[in-house]
């Protein structure tokens, strides 16, 4: 091979990601963390659902209100279910753009759909940066790069719901739910005013700190101490901020199309309610259900069960329940739950489960072994 060949060759090298991951790159979450969640994520529903019951004080009333769900309906929740994967898969091919990635649009739907998964088995969605990263990193991705992407993520996340709340507060959406009480005698309007203030505050600190984060750094030292966690909490700080950096220079673009993204990302979540409320035969009207989602979102979003399991079975019906008669409440929250996180855990996690355990192919004498993937990637996620 000649020289000029060489230097094209090497040229190529550094703008194109290469298609399998590197020997000495590993990643690992230990797997028990991943069953553990899985664990807590199912029993905290089942408390959830098991105090709707003894709420409603209707069991047979409750469990036979599921064959009133029309399955058409059911389709049409399946597509606003997808917005989060295609959605997510989106936001993540847009995000790799400005690092010179090249991966496939499937490709990021699958690890979009494994992070929704992971994400919804830890608390706060702890696991969905790490599940990314290292979708990303067994796809040839350096650890720079994906984290890089990963923070961004995050950013963007938080950048759109803010938006949203704010958004949806300036047009006067407590207005449009102004007259629904909830149990307690909480008014609705009030408490998307108070969950929306509250989550855009909280975004608000986290994006100002990682603009900038020396007086978080500075803060967080005097009132706390050098502690572990609060060295975990800086570092985290300091690589969001590098993370903002990169995309200052040359990802603006594609930072602000991956926001506007998050359109089809979180809107399938809350369009899903509304459907769900249509599939029981219940025409309520749209905006109001749909804000009402919108709230709900915003109050599991940093919940410390997984998933907002237990909370969200919880705190939907209260929600729901002046639109449909207690007996519905169950079956309505079950399905809606189904379409809406149970769905991406079961089909999400067998993606993640395949990565973890990926299957042996048989080699060129005949011998298994592995498909392609360093042996100590398969050791944990």
Not at 32 to 47: N, Y
Not at 189 to 205: M, P
Not at 266 to 273: H, P
Request: net charge positive; proline share 5%; glycine share 12%.
């Amino acid at each position: 091979m000649s020289h000029r060949d060489r230097d094209q060759n090497a040229a190529r090298g550094r703008t194109r990601t290469p298609t399998r991951p590197r020997e000495d790159v590993t990643l690992k979450v230990p797997p028990g963390a991943i069953r553990w969640g899985l664990k807590v994520f199912i029993a905290a529903s089942l408390i959830g659902l098991g105090a709707v019951f003894y709420i409603t004080q209707d069991v047979g009333g409750s469990l036979s209100a599921f064959r009133l769900f029309d399955l058409r309906w059911g389709l049409v929740c399946l597509v606003f279910a997808s917005f989060d994967w295609f959605g997510g898969g989106f936001r993540v091919w847009l995000l790799l753009r400005p690092l010179d990635i090249r991966l496939s649009y499937w490709r990021c739907v699958e690890i979009s759909g494994a992070t929704a998964a992971i994400a919804y088995l830890t608390p706060a969605g702890a696991g969905g940066g790490p599940a990314q990263l290292f979708g990303l990193v067994r796809q040839g991705v350096s650890i720079g790069r994906a984290a890089a992407a990963n923070f961004a993520s995050v950013l963007v996340n938080l950048i759109f719901l803010s938006l949203a709340g704010l958004g949806a507060w300036w047009l006067g959406a407590a207005s449009e739910i102004e007259g629904v009480q909830l149990p307690l005698n909480i008014s609705a309007a009030r408490l998307f005013e108070w969950s929306a203030a509250g989550f855009g505050i909280i975004a608000a600190l986290i994006i100002l700190f990682a603009v900038n984060p020396r007086p978080a750094r500075k803060l967080a030292l005097r009132v706390f101490g050098r502690g572990p966690r609060v060295r975990t909490l800086l570092r985290w700080l300091h690589e969001l901020h590098g993370s903002l950096i990169i995309y200052a220079r040359k990802g603006k673009i594609a930072l602000l199309l991956a926001v506007m993204a998050g359109v089809l990302h979180f809107g399938g979540r809350f369009l899903i309610g509304w459907a769900v409320l249509r599939g029981f035969g219940i025409d309520a009207g749209f905006w109001n259900i749909v804000l009402l989602h919108v709230m709900i979102q915003f109050l599991i979003y940093f919940m410390p069960t997984p998933g907002g399991s237990g909370v969200a079975e919880i705190i939907t019906p209260a929600v729901m329940s002046p639109f449909m008669p207690a007996a519905l409440l169950v079956a309505y929250t079950v399905v809606w739950r189904f379409f809406l996180t149970y769905l991406t855990v079961a089909v999400g996690g067998s993606i993640v489960f395949r990565w973890i355990h990926p299957k042996p192919a048989k080699t060129s004498s005949g011998r298994r072994g592995q498909s392609g993937r360093p042996t100590r990637e398969a050791t944990g996620l």
